[in-house]
């Protein structure tokens, strides 16, 4: 079963990490991290809840959660700079 056919708690992963990919790209808004850190976090939750529930692969899982991390990566980058 594909992730894009997958709901954990009502909410389909990757309909999940695709806003946060469009917040963070949109470093034009002052507050564009606002909330980012829980939601990453939660998008990687749900990402293992779906695979341990065996509702999508590991290939599948990995694809999004390397997503999420690219987030993180910007944030980590806000951090610093």
């Not at 990490?17 to 949109?26: F, I």
Request: negative net charge; glycine residues 6%.
């Amino acid at each position: 079963m594909s992730v894009t056919e997958t709901s954990a708690r009502g909410e389909n992963v990757a309909e999940l990490v695709g806003p946060l990919e469009k917040q963070a790209a949109n470093r034009a808004d002052v507050n564009w991290h606002d909330g980012l850190q829980s939601s990453t976090r939660i998008a990687l939750e749900k990402s293992n809840h779906v695979v341990e529930a065996k509702r999508i692969g590991a290939e599948e899982s990995l694809n999004l959660k390397l997503r999420v991390y690219s987030i993180q990566h910007k944030l980590i980058e806000l951090a610093l700079g």
